[in-house]
């Protein structure tokens, strides 16, 4: 996660110092992370760029910055069978092109640390939205989505200590550690003040498996002494056999890898 923040934060400086044009050249365009074809009557160019979204309606010769998103991280654009258009931008989250206004709605801002990279919509259920985020990994969304989970299907308890720790979870942690473990939501806050620590992602795509238990059970228990965003949980009435239910919890989300992986092993899987 912190190498993506570097690069965001580098890709929004770049951005800041570029003026919104009325109209640009195609070389003049912030550095394209991805593009599609909007259909209609008259189509229309989408590029998601490092500056933003911008489009074209004389096939790519000439572009406009669309207002949502200006200056901020634009990492995947796609097209779906049925017309509809979706987009990435980083802080912002999933966006669906409002074909009438031309503008873009926000349909989900809870990726935590995920950013997008591609997206595609199932033909047999129109409702399935099927994503790659930046770190490889497939997720899922069945309702358009509003909501999404990993590709194997929603989380589910394997045992009562993962049950509670989940409980417990979503009660202390979930706020700043986001829905199952993902990391906390980039903000623009996030991305410019470089003394600002995002709350990192608990599953397997960042660094807790790096960790063994016992050192878990005592960052939840006392603390990070790195920032006050990590407060001493047995302050707040968590006990050590919660910290344990809670690390149940957390290991839950890795994969086999991290779990064969976990703690001074790491080194011989990276």
């Known amino acids: 996660m912190y190498k993506t923040k570097i690069l965001l934060v580098a890709i929004l400086a770049l951005a800041a110092f570029s003026p919104q044009a009325a109209e640009i050249s195609l070389d ?66 999933l966006l669906k092109l409002d074909g009438e206004t031309n503008q873009w709605q926000a349909i989900n801002n809870h990726f935590g640390s995920q950013v997008l990279r591609q997206l595609n919509v199932s033909r047999l259920n129109p409702s399935r939205l099927v994503a790659r985020n930046h770190y490889g990994k497939l997720i899922v969304s069945d309702n358009h989505g509003e909501d999404w989970h990993k590709l194997s299907g929603p989380y589910q308890p394997n045992s009562e200590a993962e049950k509670r720790g989940r409980e417990l979870y979503v009660e202390k942690c979930q706020s700043c550690h986001g829905i199952d473990g993902i990391g906390e939501t980039y903000t623009k806050q996030a991305l410019t003040d470089q003394n600002y620590l995002m709350a990192p992602a608990l599953d397997e795509s960042a660094h807790a498996w790096h960790h063994t238990d016992e050192q878990l059970v005592e960052t939840i228990l006392e603390g990070s002494p790195r920032t006050p965003r990590m407060p001493a949980g047995k302050s707040s009435g968590v006990s050590a056999v919660d910290a344990r239910d809670l690390v149940a919890y957390i290991k839950s989300l890795w994969t086999q890898r991290e779990l064969d992986c976990q703690g001074p092993k790491h080194m011989e899987c990276m």
Do not use: C
């Open 28 to 93: 003049a365009l912030p550095a394209i992370n991805d593009f599609a074809i909007a259909g209609g009557e008259t189509e229309q160019y989408i590029a998601a760029t490092n500056g933003g979204l911008y489009h074209s309606h004389d096939r790519g010769q000439n572009w406009r910055a669309h207002k949502t998103g200006f200056g901020l991280p634009a990492t995947m654009v796609a097209t779906t069978q049925e017309g509809a258009v979706y987009a990435f931008v980083v802080t912002l989250g």
